[in-house]
C-alpha cells in the first residue's frame, strides 16, 4: 500500500445538529474499503500539548446502526462520540465488520452462537481467523493527519499494539466503560478472557 494522504475533509452536522464533526477521506489505500476519519475539534478548553483522545472503531451493521443487543458496538460508538466531542480528537471508522470476516460471515458465526459456541469457536469453525482486523491501516491514518501520538480509548490491548508496532506512540490507554446486558454478557466475558480485553463485570444479581 502506498503512502495515505487526505483526499478530502468535510464538516457533517451529528445528532440533528448537537455536534459538529470533520469527515475526512483518504488517497493511497487500495482495500477500497473506504476508512474514514471524524475530527472532533473538542468543546472544553484545550491545554497545551494536549494529546488527542482517539477511538479505533470497526464497523459494525448490527450493533452502530441497528443497536443489536448482541455486541457492545453501538454503545462504545455513542461513547466515543459524546466523550472526543468534549476533549477533541478522532474517531477512525474503519470497515472491518465482523472483526474482518464481514456481514455474512457474522450472520454464519451467529447461527453457530445460538448452539452455544462462543464468538471466537463460531468463527474457528467456518475455517476463518478470530480476529482478522488490521489495525497498521489506522496508523497509516493518523500519521497522514499529523499525529504521532494519541491517547487510545479502547479496552482491547490489541489496538494499542499494533499502532505502535506501526509507528504510532500510545501515550495512555483511556478504558471505555463496559455495556453489558443480558444478550452480549457471555460475548464480552470471553474477549476478556480469549483476547485479555480489560472488562470488569459486576456480579449477576
Known amino acids: 500500500m502506498s503512502e495515505l494522504t487526505i483526499k478530502r475533509r468535510v464538516m457533517i452536522p451529528m445528532r440533528a445538529g448537537d455536534v459538529m464533526a470533520e469527515f ?39 450493533g452502530d446502526v441497528f443497536g443489536s443487543g448482541r455486541c457492545d458496538c453501538g454503545e462504545q460508538l455513542d461513547e466515543a462520540i459524546d466523550r472526543i466531542n468534549e476533549v477533541g480528537g478522532y474517531i477512525l471508522y474503519l470497515r472491518q465488520e465482523g472483526r474482518g470476516i464481514g456481514l455474512y460471515a457474522k450472520l454464519e458465526a451467529y447461527a453457530l452462537q445460538d448452539k452455544g459456541y462462543d464468538t471466537y469457536e463460531a468463527n474457528e469453525m467456518l475455517h476463518l481467523p478470530d480476529d482478522g482486523r488490521d489495525f497498521g491501516i489506522a496508523a497509516d491514518m493518523l500519521k497522514a493527519l499529523g499525529v504521532d501520538t494519541v491517547r487510545l480509548l479502547t479496552n482491547n490491548p490489541d489496538k494499542a499494539k499494533q499502532l505502535a508496532d506501526n509507528g504510532i506512540n500510545v501515550a495512555e490507554l483511556v478504558p471505555t466503560k463496559v455495556h453489558v446486558n443480558q444478550h452480549n454478557r457471555l460475548y464480552l466475558e470471553t474477549k476478556a478472557k480469549r483476547k485479555f480485553h480489560t472488562l470488569t463485570f459486576e456480579p449477576i444479581k
Open 24 to 62: 475526512i477521506s483518504f488517497d493511497g489505500d487500495d482495500s477500497g474499503k473506504e476508512h474514514i476519519g471524524i475530527y472532533f475539534e473538542g468543546t472544553q478548553e484545550k491545554s497545551e500539548g494536549q494529546l488527542p483522545l482517539v477511538r479505533l472503531h470497526s464497523e459494525c451493521l448490527t
